[in-house]
C-alpha cells in the first residue's frame, strides 16, 4: 500500500471532534428557540426565519468556498472558521433585539460555510482506500454534537437563559487550535495526496460515466438530499414544539426525546459510510431514502413512547444515506471534491433552512400536528435513486475496454 493509500485515523477523528463542537454549538441554537421564543416573544414563522438566515447563509456560500479550495487549497482557513462561530455565539448572547439575533444567526452560517467544504476535503485527503469510512467518521462528529446540543440548552440555557449560549464560546477557541494542527499536517503532508491523485486520474483514458450520466446522477442526488434534508428541519426546529403541544411534557423532556432523535442521527451517519464502502453506495442511497417512508407515515398517529422510538429509528435511517450520497458525487465527479462537497452541504443547510421556514410558517396557519402530517410523504421522492447509474458496474466495464483497446492494437 503505497503512504496515499493510508488512512490517517487521527486527522480524521481531530476534524470530526472539531465538527461535533461546530454542530453541538449550532444545535444549541436550535434548541434554545422555546427560550428564545419566551424572550422575544417569536412566532413559529420568525423562529423559522432565523433558522433560514444561517442555514441559507451556509448554503450559498459552501459551494463558492468549495469551488475556490478545489482552485487554491487554502489549509489554514478552517481554524478561521472557527472564529466566525466563535463571534457569533457572542452575538447571539447579548442579542438584545431580532434583527440581532439575525445578524448573529448569518454569523453562524459563514462559519459553516468556511468550514464543511474544506473539512470534508481533508477527510477525503487522509481516507487512503477509505472514503466511506472517512466521510462517516467525519459526518458523526456533527451528529454528535446534534445530539448534544439540546442537553446543552436543557442545562445551561434553560437556567441561565439567552446569556448562557456565551458560555459555550471558549469551545470553538479550542476548536481553532486543533484545526491549526490538522492545517499543518494538510501543509505538509495533504497536498502531496492531491497532486497524487491528481496524477491518478490524468492516467486515465476511458470515463466510467459520461457527462450526461453525470449531470442526471447529480440532479437526483440534490433532490434526495434536499427531501431529507427538509425532514430533519422538522425534527430540529420543530420537534420540542410538536412534543410540548401534542403530550404536554415539559421544556426539558421534549429537549431529552430530541437528544435521543440525535443520537439516532449520529448512529446512522457512523454506519452508512462503512456500509456503502462494503455494500455499494447506490444501495445504501436507495435503502435510506425510500426504507423510511413506513416510520414516516407512522409517526404522526404513535403514542408518546413510541414517537421516540420512532424518531430514532427516523434518524438512523435518513442519516445512513449521506455519507454515501457525498462520497458517491465525488466519485463520479473526483476533480471537484471541493465543490461537490460545498454543493452538497450547502443544499443540506438550505434544504433546512428553507424547511424550518416554510414549516414555520404551515405551524403558525394549520397548527405543528400538520408539519408531520405533510412531511410524511416526502421520503417517497427516495424512488427517484433507480435512476442512479450503478458506479461499480461502470468502472469494471470502463477497465474492460481498457484492457482490450491495446489487445486489439497489438493483433
Given at each position: 500500500m503505497t503512504p496515499s493509500k493510508r488512512t490517517v485515523v487521527g486527522v480524521i477523528l481531530s476534524i470530526s471532534a472539531c465538527h461535533m463542537i461546530k454542530d453541538m454549538l449550532q444545535s444549541l441554537i436550535a434548541a434554545s428557540y422555546p427560550t428564545l421564543k419566551a424572550d422575544f416573544h417569536l412566532s413559529f414563522t420568525q423562529i423559522g426565519l432565523v433558522t433560514l438566515a444561517y442555514q441559507l447563509t451556509g448554503s450559498l456560500l459552501q459551494p463558492v468556498v468549495g469551488l475556490l479550495a478545489d482552485r487554491r487549497p487554502a489549509p489554514f482557513s478552517l481554524p478561521i472558521g472557527t472564529l466566525f462561530t466563535f463571534g457569533a455565539l457572542l452575538a447571539l448572547s447579548f442579542a438584545e433585539t431580532y434583527e440581532g439575533l439575525f445578524l448573529g444567526a448569518c454569523i453562524l452560517g459563514i462559519g459553516s460555510a468556511v468550514f464543511h467544504p474544506e473539512s470534508s476535503r481533508v477527510a477525503r485527503m487522509a481516507a487512503g482506500d477509505r472514503p466511506g469510512f472517512a466521510q462517516s467518521l467525519f459526518q458523526v462528529g456533527g451528529n454528535a454534537g446534534g445530539a448534544l446540543g439540546p442537553i446543552g440548552a436543557a442545562v445551561v440555557v434553560a437556567r441561565f437563559g439567552q446569556r448562557g449560549l456565551g458560555y459555550f464560546s471558549g469551545l470553538a477557541l479550542v476548536s481553532t487550535f486543533v484545526l491549526t494542527?490538522?492545517?499543518?499536517?494538510?501543509k505538509r503532508e495533504g497536498l502531496a495526496r492531491l497532486a497524487e491523485a491528481r496524477s491518478e486520474r490524468v492516467g486515465r483514458k476511458t470515463?466510467?460515466?459520461?457527462?450526461?450520466?453525470?449531470?442526471?446522477?447529480?440532479?437526483?442526488?440534490?433532490?434526495?438530499?434536499?427531501?431529507?434534508?427538509?425532514?430533519?428541519?422538522?425534527?430540529?426546529?420543530?420537534?420540542?414544539?410538536?412534543?410540548?403541544?401534542?403530550?404536554?411534557?415539559?421544556v426539558q423532556s421534549a429537549q431529552m426525546h430530541l437528544f435521543a432523535t440525535y443520537a439516532g442521527v449520529a448512529a446512522g451517519t457512523l454506519a452508512g459510510g462503512p456500509l456503502g464502502d462494503r455494500f455499494g453506495r447506490k444501495h445504501i442511497i436507495w435503502f435510506s431514502i425510500l426504507g423510511?417512508?413506513?416510520?414516516?407515515?407512522?409517526?404522526?398517529?404513535?403514542?408518546l413512547f413510541w414517537t421516540g422510538v420512532l424518531t430514532v429509528v427516523i434518524g438512523f435511517v435518513?442519516?445512513?444515506a449521506f455519507p454515501a450520497i457525498v462520497v458517491y458525487a465525488q466519485e463520479i465527479v473526483p476533480d471537484r471534491v471541493g465543490l461537490v462537497a460545498g454543493l452538497f452541504f450547502g443544499l443540506s443547510f438550505g434544504a433546512a433552512g428553507i424547511g424550518a421556514a416554510l414549516l414555520g410558517a404551515l405551524a403558525?396557519?394549520?397548527?405543528?400536528?400538520?408539519?408531520?402530517?405533510?412531511?410524511?410523504?416526502?421520503?417517497?421522492?427516495?424512488?427517484?435513486a433507480a435512476f442512479l447509474p450503478d458506479l461499480a458496474r461502470s468502472n469494471r466495464e470502463s477497465h474492460g475496454r481498457a484492457v482490450e483497446a491495446p489487445e486489439r492494437a497489438s493483433a
Open positions: 494542527q490538522v492545517g499543518l499536517w494538510y470515463a466510467a460515466v459520461s457527462r450526461g450520466r453525470v449531470t442526471g446522477a447529480l440532479a437526483v442526488l440534490l433532490v434526495l438530499t434536499f427531501s431529507k434534508f427538509v425532514y430533519l428541519a422538522s425534527l430540529t426546529s420543530y420537534f420540542t414544539f410538536y412534543l410540548m403541544h401534542k403530550f404536554d411534557v415539559s423510511v417512508l413506513p416510520f414516516t407515515l407512522l409517526l404522526p398517529h404513535a403514542s435518513l442519516a445512513s403558525d396557519s394549520s397548527g405543528i400536528d400538520r408539519v408531520y402530517g405533510v412531511c410524511a410523504y416526502l421520503p417517497a421522492i427516495g424512488m427517484l
